[in-house]
Every structure is written in structure tokens, then in C-alpha cells.
T-cell receptor, first 113, second 114 residues
Framework: GDSVTQMEGPVTLSEEAFLTINCTYTATGYPSLFWYVQYPGEGLQLLLK?????DKGSNKGFEATYRKETTSFHLEKGSVQVSDSAVYFC????????????FGGGTRLMVKP | DTGVSQNPRHKITKRGQNVTFRCDPI?????LYWYRQTLGQGPEFLTY????????KSRLLSDRFSAERPKGSFSTLEIQRTEQGDSAMYLC????????????FGSGTRLTVV
């Protein structure tokens, strides 16, 4: 079945540092890929998405590129802020599976001033 | 429309009791999903509806769990004879049924079984 693997956290960075959170996936078809973010005390929010190979999703300074050859969708940000502290979830969805999401285990990011 | 609404936010119940949660999706969204999230883990799919039809159920959804979406609007998730292992955050999400734009999640209902 489909699965998503994320790097384990927590990831602790200083403000303005470069961020990478690794995500790899296994899927039977051609999934859409997503990053969701969960800020403390809040619900999951869609951060960015990509629907086909080589697509780049971007939002709020975060980027991720759909790499079919390496089955990866790594999240990057050039300069993190304290307000980026949250849990980040990588997820995939296959259209022929009712758009159900399969999530990774989440990576907690802590940004220190 | 302010998004996906879930009630209650928190529920504490004794083992063996029945509980029911409610989800009100975004009104124009045809699809509604239920997920369960335990501490430190990613959400796991439970079931989903397209309009009033329940189209898929996970093997995680034992016979003690039942979900409904009468008239294709709000949905309820009932857990009968709760067990301590049912303690989790129960998340509801909705989305238009055509392309996958990404879900809109509610804030969840946190269930604690004591």
C-alpha cells in the first residue's frame, strides 16, 4: 500500500537558518503530494501541493519539488522564523482512491530566536 | 462560512460508554473525511462520504464505530463501548469532489477514555 516517510524530529534551528525536511513516498500510481502544517493548538492547514512530476509547490517562503525519480517531496525554506515553529506533515493522495490522504508521521520544527 | 466546524472540542468519557462527535463541513464541499490522530503520529484515514454516500471505510474502523452523513450535510461519528485505545484526536475534513485542492480540516475533537 501507499506510505510516506518523513525525517524524525524535532528539528531545532536558529532564526534565519535554512530548513530542509525530508519526505519520501511509496505509491502504486501517480499521486498528488502535499505538505500540511499544524501550529500549536490549531488544526491542520494545507501549506503547499504538487500534482505531477517536476511541479514545485510554494507558499509563505516554503517550497517543495515533486521528484518522481527519487520519489521525494522535500520541504525547504531559505530563512526560518520563530513563527514557523510547528509540526509539518507530508502526505500523498491518489485520485483513484477517493482523494484519501496518507500522512507521514510528522516532523516538529522548533525555531529559536 | 467559516470553515469546518467540529463539536465538541474535548470529550472525556468512561470506558464502555458511547460517544458521538459532529462535523459541519464547508457547505459547498461534497466530500467529507474522518481521520484519527494519536499523539506524535500523523492522521490515519477512517472513512469518507461523497454527499450522503459512505464510499470507503478503513480497516481501522471496527464494528464499534459508525459514521453517518444524512442529507449530505453534517456528519456524525459514533463510537460504542469505548476503550482506552480509542483515546485520540478525531479530525474531520472536507473538499470539493473534483480535483484535489487539498482538504480543509476542522480543529478536531479530542477524546479521552478513562
Amino acid at each position: 500500500g501507499d506510505s510516506v516517510t518523513q525525517m524524525e524530529g524535532p528539528v531545532t534551528l536558529s532564526e534565519e537558518a535554512f530548513l530542509t525536511i525530508n519526505c519520501t513516498y511509496t505509491a502504486t500510481g501517480y499521486p498528488s503530494l502535499f505538505w500540511y502544517v499544524q501550529y500549536p493548538g490549531e488544526g491542520l492547514q494545507l501549506l503547499l501541493k504538487a500534482t505531477k512530476a517536476d511541479d514545485k509547490g510554494s507558499n509563505k517562503g516554503f517550497e517543495a519539488t515533486y521528484r518522481k525519480e527519487t520519489t521525494s517531496f522535500h520541504l525547504e525554506k531559505g530563512s526560518v522564523q520563530v513563527s514557523d515553529s510547528a509540526v509539518y506533515f507530508c502526505a500523498l493522495s491518489e485520485t483513484n482512491a477517493g482523494n484519501m490522504l496518507t500522512f507521514g508521521g510528522g516532523t516538529r520544527l522548533m525555531v529559536k530566536p | 462560512d467559516t470553515g469546518v466546524s467540529q463539536n465538541p472540542r474535548h470529550k472525556i468519557t468512561k470506558r464502555g460508554q458511547n460517544v458521538t462527535f459532529r462535523c459541519d463541513p464547508i457547505s459547498e464541499h461534497n466530500r467529507l473525511y474522518w481521520y484519527r490522530q494519536t499523539l506524535g503520529q500523523g492522521p490515519e484515514f477512517l472513512t469518507y462520504f461523497q454527499n450522503e454516500a459512505q464510499l470507503e471505510k478503513s480497516r481501522l474502523l471496527s464494528d464499534r464505530f459508525s459514521a453517518e452523513r444524512p442529507k449530505g450535510s453534517f456528519s456524525t461519528l459514533e463510537i460504542q463501548r469505548t476503550e482506552q485505545g480509542d483515546s485520540a484526536m478525531y479530525l474531520c475534513a472536507s473538499t470539493p469532489s473534483t480535483e484535489h485542492y487539498g482538504y480543509t480540516f476542522g480543529s478536531g475533537t479530542r477524546l479521552t477514555v478513562v
